[in-house]
Every structure is written in C-alpha cells, then in structure tokens.
C-alpha cells in the first residue's frame, strides 16, 4: 500500500526579462528567452499525499477546495506528469502562499514549481533540476523559473527536452532588493495564459521577440557584473515592451493603474537624484521595484507615501525549490 | 514702399493616424503617411506685417517678445520660405492662441499653418493649398495637416514636393467631437521636436512604420462609412503604438500621468457599456476623447469628475486656415 506525504517550499519570481507569448501553447515553449530573480521570503507550499486510498485528484488552496479552473488546470498537469513518468494514482494537494495571489507576482510560478518537487518526491521520483524545471513548465511558464535559485535563466528552446530553466548567479551573487508596491489586489480581468495567446496579435510582438536576445545578453552581463546602471535601462525597457505589446494587441491589454505610472515616474526621478533603481511590471498594474539592499530601506519608505499604494513587500534574492518534509 | 499687413487663423489639429519619426529631419518629411482631424473653436491668429521699415524678424506671442528658442525656429523658417520664394525684407509677426500651448494640442501646427498662410499673403503671394501645406510642413511637421479643413490625410512622401496634406472629407461630413481632457497645461519635458528624433531608437519604431498603411487605410474607411467602432479600435491602436514606441525610445519618454491612464480606463469601460467613444493621446498627457456628436455632452460631464481632470475643452471638425483681414 502507498502512502507517502510530501512538502516542498518554491518562491515566486521576477521577471527581468519578461515571457510574454508562446511557440507551443500546450508544453509553454516560449517565443522568447527570459531572465528572473527568485523571491525569497515569498513562496508556496505545497502539500502532496500520495496514497493507494485516494481515487482522484484533490486541490486544497489555503484550506479550501481550489476553484474549478484551479482543479482543471492541476488535473491536466498530473494527467501529463503520470504519463511521462508513467505513474498511476491520484493526489491530494494542499497548496498555501503567503503573498496575494493574482496580483501580478507570479502565484502559479510558486505554486507549479513546490508541485512539481512535491508530486515527484512522493512517487519516489529525483528528478535532475532540469527535468524539474521541464516539468514545472507543463504547468505554468514561468514555473520552471523557480525550481533554480538566485537568478535563472529560462532557454526558451524549441521543444519539451530544450526549454528548461538554469540558474546564471546564486542569491548571495548580488544584493538585489525587489520592493514590489501593491496597488491592486483583485484579480486580474485578463489571466497571463491569455494574455500570451494575445501577443502574436500585436503589429509589434515580433519585433519585441527579434529584439530578445541582446536585452538578454545585456541582462546577463549587468547581473554577472553587478551593474546597475545597465542593469536598469534593460529591466526598464523590456517592461516596457512587454507593456508596448500588451497594449496593441488584439484585444488590447492595459494592465497599468493611475498608480502604476505615478511610481514608474517615481523611480524615474530618484534614479536621475542619483539613487539606483529601476522599476518592472508583470502582467498586473504593481510595480517591482528593484534596488541595492542599502537602499531599500529608503526606497520602502518613499513608496508608501505614493498615493495608491496599498502596500509594499521586500524581497531579496530566493533559493531553489526545496522539499521541507519526508516522510 | 511695401507695408502690408495681413491676419490668417489656423485651426490645431488632433491626430488619428500619428506622426512620430522623420525620414528627413530638416525638411520633416514623416517616415509615415497620418491622418487628423481640424478642431473647431481652437485656433491661432497671427498677424504678419511686411514693411520695408523693418529690419529684422521680431515674433510676438500672446502680447510678449517670444523666447529665443521660438523666435530662432520662425527665422529659420522665414529664412527657407525667403529662399524658396525669392523675397526679400522682415517681419513682425503677433500670434495668440486661445488654448493652452505645450501641452499635448499641437500649438505648433496651427502656428505655422497660419504663419504660412499670413506671410505669403503679405508677400502678394497666392500659393496653392498643396503648396501652403508644403510651406507649413517646414515649420512644423504636423501644421501641414492644418492648412486643408475637416479631416486630413498628410502623404509622407519622400521629399519636399511628394510631402503635403489634402482634406479627405469635408467637416460637415461626420459631427465628430473631441472632449479635450486637460490633465497637464505645464511645458512638456521633452518636446515633440526631440522626440521624433529618438523614435527610431525604438526597437519597435520600424514595425510600427511597417504597419502603418493598413492603420491609414482602415481610419480612411472609418471616416469615409462613418464607422465609428473601426475607428475607435485603429485611432486607440494607433496612440498606443506611438506611446510604445516612445517609452522603448532611447532615452525612454513616457509621457502618460496617472491621469492619463484614469481616462483611458474609463473611455474603453464606458465603450463597452455601449457608447460610441475612443481616446487618443498626442506627445503629452491630455487625452483627446472622441464621441460623436449626440453624446458629447455627457462625456463631457463625466470627464469632468475624473480625478486629475482640469478641464475640458470641446472641438468638433473645425474647417481650413483662412485669412481674416487684407489690406
């Protein structure tokens, strides 16, 4: 008889060069690579029980019976894990974060990353980093992004085995400081799965995608050489891409608020003051804001008094997927 | 002894199909075809007087000697337009707007739009609408569109001759409205003039310019059939197109306030409850809002209570520059 229960711990992550529409729409292969930062003190925790007793697939989120989108999505991808790994049986999953969920920090990136260790450790699988990333994939693009630590690079490759995720510097690398400003914390009127099928309806997508790799290259460099000043004039301006393509696709996608532009100018300002900062936005109106760690006191304080900001989380460089339990 | 003094009024000009990007700098010759629309009850007036007593060119604005910056771009005008044409001698010239200036309303294209027609008037010169248009275009690219009345396409062309503006549509065709959404009557930071010459440092500027015939042929249609959901969806295309290609500008201009995005949310939220309205935005904050004719003034009411709002000014197809006074 099986039963074996099993908790992983992953962390959201902030794109700093962003994935915004898809090559495969199914496996999320990408049309882009793409550069984040794990957030470490936010995360996902996940809870699987893997036990000859439990005759289907169960989804628990903060205690309560997930939504049926929710259950659907997670059905279809342990329906793909069992048949990769040719493991039958269903699950029990309880899955809790502790930060605000379709907000624009990427829930489904933690949520999918803890899973993937989770369900594979309690059907006594050890996967390589790799094949977990490929995994998390399955379930939400930028999931395979929080299975490395520190900062990772996602290949966007051209198929399953090609499109996985590597770390390119570990947490201790660089003391950068995400100090996300929350001005909305309702959900989102479009979902990021929708939103990627969007962007090939954008005039400007493919231009943004031919453009990828030297931000990518740039990202790269400013992150293994620490600087900043790079650093800030990619993140900006691929955000701001991301956003250009949003916005024309068909239809359009206007994912800022008035408060978004007030703390975008915001950063503007204190980084021509000499203060090194810089802003990105995920498919949502809250705005990252990054910074080195002596700063972000500072920085913390300055963007509780915008109006329209309801909060401000910190977050510094996060580890890799880990498992918190065995038994 | 010449002394003649002549009076011509302009009217700006709001674009639904935009100018952002010169082939030609000097000559501001766009990089793509644009279409506009006169506004009615806004307008420049400039007096010119030519004189054999006078020995330089002195420009006067609102009352009051014009800073340098202006009066060194109207001698180099009236420097080409001498050369062009073969004159000789000075002006004064006295020109007053009654709407705010830098601010989003192209000031500059009906200034010279009537500069153009007033001092060759006051040369006993007759030009040809196409020509005035031509004449214009040196000034200010976009005051070539306010020469014609009603609704305007400019030809891009690809030099100084294949480059000038033609009514396409008279104003009695169609009683569209533009409620003027002022949010920000302060200089812009970064002028129009600038800006063009950073738009091809986007990395999305020449996909913008590729797609630009299909805009200019679907809001030629929209006019022509008076269809006002295909020109809402290509006019706020076409403004999201330019802003994006002004925020991937090098430097990045983002020229959009919290108010900005206030309205815009609000326009498209108020469309899909059913009411025939669209924004466009110039190089500024304001947000011009279109409607027809029937609802203008509840649009206008309710503008009125967005947050950041200062006023509105209301404008319907306003007709071609015309000469007040000979003598």
């Given at each position: 008889?099986?039963?074996?229960?099993t908790?992983?711990?992953?962390?959201?992550?902030i794109?700093?060069?962003?994935?915004?529409?898809?090559?495969?729409?199914?496996?999320?292969?990408?049309?882009?690579?793409?550069?984040?930062?794990?957030?470490?003190?936010?995360?996902?925790?996940?809870?699987?029980?893997?036990?000859?007793?439990?005759?289907?697939?169960?989804l628990?989120?903060?205690?309560?019976?997930?939504?049926?989108?929710?259950?659907?999505?997670?059905?279809?991808?342990?329906?793909?894990?069992r048949?990769?790994?040719?493991?039958?049986?269903?699950?029990?999953?309880?899955?809790?974060?502790?930060?605000?969920?379709?907000a624009?920090?990427?829930?489904?990136?933690?949520?999918?990353?803890?899973?993937?260790?989770?369900?594979?450790?309690a059907?006594?699988l050890?996967?390589?980093?790799?094949?977990?990333?490929?995994?998390?994939?399955?379930?939400?693009?930028?999931?395979?992004?929080?299975?490395?630590?520190?900062?990772?690079?996602?290949?966007?490759?051209?198929?399953h085995?090609?499109?996985?995720?590597?770390?390119?510097?570990?947490?201790?690398?660089?003391?950068?400081?995400?100090?996300?400003?929350?001005?909305?914390?309702?959900?989102?009127?479009?979902?990021s799965r929708?939103g990627?099928e969007?962007?090939?309806?954008?005039?400007?997508?493919?231009?943004?995608?031919?453009?990828?790799?030297?931000?990518?290259?740039?990202?790269?460099?400013?992150?293994?050489?620490?600087?900043?000043?790079?650093?800030?004039?990619?993140?900006?301006?691929?955000?701001?891409?991301?956003?250009?393509?949003?916005?024309?696709s068909?239809?359009?996608?206007?994912?800022?608020?008035?408060a978004?532009?007030?703390?975008?100018?915001?950063?503007?300002?204190?980084?021509?003051?000499?203060?090194?900062?810089?802003?990105?936005?995920?498919?949502?109106?809250?705005?990252?804001?990054?910074?080195?760690?002596?700063?972000?006191?500072?920085?913390?304080?300055?963007?509780?008094?915008?109006?329209?900001?309801?909060?401000?989380?910190?977050?510094?460089?996060?580890?890799?997927?880990?498992?918190?339990?065995?038994?």
């Open positions: 008889m099986i039963n074996k229960i908790t992983a711990i992953a962390h959201p992550n794109a700093l060069i962003k994935y915004w529409g898809d090559l495969d729409v199914d496996l999320h292969i990408p049309v882009n690579s793409s550069i984040s930062m794990n957030l470490d003190g936010l995360f996902t925790r996940t809870t699987v029980t893997y036990s000859s007793e439990i005759t289907r697939d169960d628990f989120i903060d205690g309560q019976p997930a939504s049926e989108i929710a259950q659907k999505r997670v059905e279809y991808f342990l329906d793909r894990f048949k990769i790994y040719k493991i039958s049986g269903y699950f029990q999953i309880e899955s809790a974060s502790n930060f605000p969920i379709n624009g920090i990427a829930s489904s990136a933690s949520a999918f990353a803890a899973l993937s260790l989770a369900v594979t450790d059907c006594g050890s996967l390589s980093e790799a094949d977990l990333s490929r995994l998390a994939r399955l379930g939400s693009g930028s999931a395979c992004r929080s299975i490395p630590g520190g900062f990772v690079e996602w290949q966007a490759g051209y198929n085995e090609s499109s996985f995720a590597f770390l390119i510097a570990s947490p201790s690398h660089w003391c950068l400081v995400d100090c996300i400003a929350i001005v909305d914390t309702e959900e989102k009127e479009t979902s929708q990627h969007l962007a090939q309806s954008s005039p400007l997508q493919q231009a943004r995608i031919m453009n990828a790799d030297q931000r990518l290259d740039e990202c790269r460099f400013a992150i293994m050489s620490r600087d900043f000043d790079l650093l800030a004039r990619v993140v900006e301006l691929d955000s701001n891409m991301m956003h250009a393509v949003m916005m024309t068909n239809p359009p996608l206007l994912y800022w608020k008035p978004t532009i007030s703390i975008m100018k915001s950063v503007i300002e204190w980084r021509m003051a000499g203060i090194p900062v810089c802003y990105t936005v995920d498919a949502g109106a809250n705005v990252h804001v990054l910074c080195e760690a002596e700063n972000s006191g500072a920085i913390l304080n300055q963007l509780k008094e915008i109006p329209g900001v309801l909060l401000v989380l910190e977050a510094g460089p996060g580890g890799a997927a880990t498992l918190e339990i065995r038994n």
